[in-house]
């Protein structure tokens, strides 16, 4: 079947209307309306069924890929994306498009009742494309969230390594987080250029917040600590709790030539006590 | 023949490294150095490398070596300015200068120099 009956053609153009209003109900039923607003979504199913009427008259039902869908394509992107940044999930988005199969079947047992056949031929048309439409905005709207999902990546990866000045000639960097190669380049690579951007001779690695040490993370924290050694500055290591210096004992590693502090007081005491400073009260 | 220039400072050899380091170059300063030490009597030398960006793992056993020689013939070595990025590759090549002083900057340097010579 590839030749649609005009009749379908004239009905989908002229009772869109009617097709809109079961579609919306349908829905509301499902619970893909939920989070969208009313207005906005009967501005998008009617913009679609506009689209798809046109589609249908210049393409047929047999492919998507035409150019007469071009147009209903692009719309369904722009909307899987919308979804995916409103932070919709995927079933609430596919839907979006199963929901027009009942009307649509409805308006073609209406218009085409004469003959058993041609009614399937056409249900099965309309069923094949809409799934073909579904599965092209789950995978739009899949694309459009690891899209986030990178971009968040990127940026959790640049927040979460500040370098601070604790005191003239003192730098601090709060570790939080697992740490494997990629990031302690980032991490390296950050401090190092803070060492020379601010002449600091002292730098204090706080590593409070990683959450386990293995062999891996104490071949990441030597390496930082001898670059930081030939660059002509001085690291110290602080926040090893109870458990990690626990398991640094267990496994065997070896921290020799690495200062470290139990907390970040302690190890900013030893820096400005190298520095020629100490603290006094006010009296 | 290219070579980099060895300049004295009273009781120490300064070397600043201006250019790109290759092989030979590198060879050359060591052979150079050796002998200004042995002429001058100098108690320390600090190499500034702060305008070298890239290292080989031959440049950086050279480095190793320069140090070593003059802690032999009584210098004691500073090394002065090293780039983020060249320490990054040092310290992957797994070249981690052990017993090799090392500065911020050349001032620094001089100062530690001084330190070291004095406590002697």
């Known amino acids: ?283 | 023949m290219e070579r980099i220039p060895i300049l004295r400072m009273g009781d120490f050899l300064l070397v600043t490294v201006q250019v790109e380091m290759h092989d030979q170059l590198a060879l050359n300063l060591q052979e150079d150095l050796a002998d200004r030490i042995s002429a001058t009597a100098a108690r320390g030398v600090l190499i500034d490398i702060s305008a070298l960006e890239i290292v080989d793992s031959f440049i950086g056993r050279m480095i190793a070596n320069i140090s070593g020689l003059s802690k032999i013939m009584d210098a004691q070595t500073v090394l002065v300015g090293m780039q983020p990025a060249v320490a990054i590759t040092l310290v992957e090549l797994g070249l981690n200068l052990p017993g090799v002083a090392t500065a911020l900057n050349v001032d620094r340097g001089m100062q530690l120099l001084r330190h070291s010579v004095q406590q002697q």
Do not use: Y
């Open chain 1, 1 to 283: 079947m590839s030749q649609m009956d005009q009749s379908i053609i004239d009905a989908l153009s002229g009772q869109q209307s009617s097709i809109q209003a079961a579609w919306l109900a349908n829905l509301e039923e499902s619970g893909a309306a939920r989070g969208v607003r009313g207005d906005e979504l009967k501005k998008q199913t009617g913009d679609f069924l506009k689209l798809f009427s046109e589609g249908v008259a210049e393409s047929g039902m047999d492919n998507l890929g035409a150019a007469g869908w071009a147009e209903a394509r692009e719309f369904l992107e722009a909307l899987s994306h919308s979804r995916a940044l409103q932070g919709l999930d995927a079933q609430q988005t596919a839907s979006f498009i199963f929901s027009l199969k009942r009307p649509l079947f409805d308006l073609f047992q209406r218009e085409t009742s004469v003959d058993p056949a041609t009614l399937t031929n056409h249900i099965a048309a309309v069923s094949e494309l809409l799934d073909a439409m579904g599965l092209h905005t789950v995978r739009t709207f899949q694309k459009a969230r690891e899209a986030v999902i990178k971009r968040q990546q990127e940026e959790l990866l640049e927040l979460s390594t500040p370098v601070v000045k604790l005191w003239d000639g003192v730098l601090a960097l709060p570790m939080i987080g697992t740490l494997d190669s990629q990031r302690t380049q980032v991490v390296m690579e950050s401090l190092l250029q803070r060492i020379v951007d601010t002449g600091s001779e002292i730098a204090i690695i706080d590593i409070t917040g990683v959450p386990t040490v293995d062999t891996l993370v104490a071949q990441h924290l030597l390496k930082t600590v001898t670059a930081i050694r030939l660059m002509g500055a001085d690291c110290i290591i602080s926040g090893v709790r109870p458990q990690i210096a626990q398991t640094i004992v267990h496994l065997g590693l070896d921290l020799e030539g690495i200062v470290t502090k139990a907390n970040l007081a302690d190890a900013f005491a030893l820096a400005l006590r190298r520095s020629g400073l100490s603290v006094t009260k006010a009296s």
